[in-house]
Structure formats: C-alpha cells, structure tokens
C-alpha cells in the first residue's frame, strides 16, 4: 500500500543506447534543449548522461489509433513501437533546430485534429520522435467529443 500523497511511480527515466555517444547527447541536450541532470562515467568508455525531460507520461496507443497517428503526422509512414514524443512550445522552430542539428525531417509540422502541430524526425540512437506544440489547453480539449479518461467512458 502506498501513501495517498505520494505516488508509487516517482520517476519515469527512458534508457537509450547510442552508439554515437556524443552526438545523441549534444542533439539532446543542446539542439532540443533538455537540461543536464546528471553525468557518470566508471573509467574508459563507459559514460552516461541523465537529461530532464519536464512532465514525463506513458501514452499506450492500441494498434488502430497507432496507424491513425501516423496517418496524421507522417502520411501513413509507420512508426516506431515506441517513439517519444516532445512537447515544445514552438512546433515549427523546434523541427528546423533540430533538422539543422543532424536529424532528418519525416513530415513537416502539421495541425492535428484535436489542435496540436505535429511534426516527426528520426533522431540520433536510432529513434523517432514527435515534436508537439498544444494549440490548445487541456481544458478546451476535455470539452471535445472523444476526450476523457477511460474511467469517463465506463
């Protein structure tokens, strides 16, 4: 049982191997922005850099709202199983930063239904990445059709 003011989950740390060790980290931590937490190294080459990402959540698609998704974001080019997504406050800046920074654009910014501007880029270590600007707050958006939470709908 766990503490009502504490919750079971303190962190969400995402653990990425890259074989170009620097170049994820400066594309990470310079191009995108994401501040140095931490560093470790035990001797030799064996380093690790922790980054803070702000907010961290889980977002679980089913195989359907997947293909959706890519449908919206990148033409219906199929993504990653998991693929992270960035939440910016500049969509379209953000995504020719970080295309200048190495990565390579698979579709440009686009506005979504639910008022988002969505763009995705294949980033250093081999990973997809969303870059997502809100045009919208959550607020507006649980007035919509179709937002809530699961337990809303049962």
Known sequence: MTDAAQPPVLQLRV???AEDYERAV???RDALGMPELMAYAEGGDDRVTILEAGR?????ANPTHKRVI????????PSQRIRLAFEVTD???????LAEAG???VAEPVETPWRSLNSRLDAPAGLQITVFEELE????RAL?????????RE
């Open 15 to 17: 653990v990425i191997e």
């Open 26 to 28: 400066a594309f990470y």
């Open 56 to 60: 961290a959540t889980i977002e679980i």
């Open 70 to 77: 890519d449908g919206l974001e990148a033409g219906g080019l």
């Open 91 to 97: 969509g379209a800046g953000t995504t020719r930063r």
């Open 103 to 105: 990565a390579t654009v």
């Open 137 to 140: 707050g959550s607020e507006e």
């Open 144 to 152: 919509r059709d179709g937002f809530g939470t699961e337990a809303e």
